[in-house]
């Protein structure tokens, strides 16, 4: 997905993890921000190594939220049998 020129994906080696994206501006980064999905259907930025300005932050949570299902769909599609986890 793209976002103002940002881009989220998933580390395919993070599937032990809660469900989460990472942002970054352009090409994947290993200094991406980080935002967790929860199970109440929200989301919390875990941290924002990218320095995502608060404004662009927000648009992107929104996008996330505008996607949440669609992503969580593709997690599972993507990490296949693991068990699906939030952070809350």
Do not use: R
């Amino acid at each position: 997905m793209k976002q103002c020129g940002y881009s989220v994906y998933f580390w395919s080696n993070e599937y032990n993890e809660p469900i989460h994206v990472h942002i970054s501006k352009g090409k994947p980064s290993g200094n991406s921000t980080k935002i967790w999905l929860t199970k109440s259907g929200g989301c919390i930025v875990a941290n924002n190594k990218s320095d995502v300005p608060t404004k662009e932050l927000k648009k992107i949570q929104e996008l996330i939220l505008d996607n949440y299902f669609l992503i969580i769909s593709k997690w599972k599609e993507y990490f296949k049998n693991q068990e699906l986890k939030f952070y809350c």
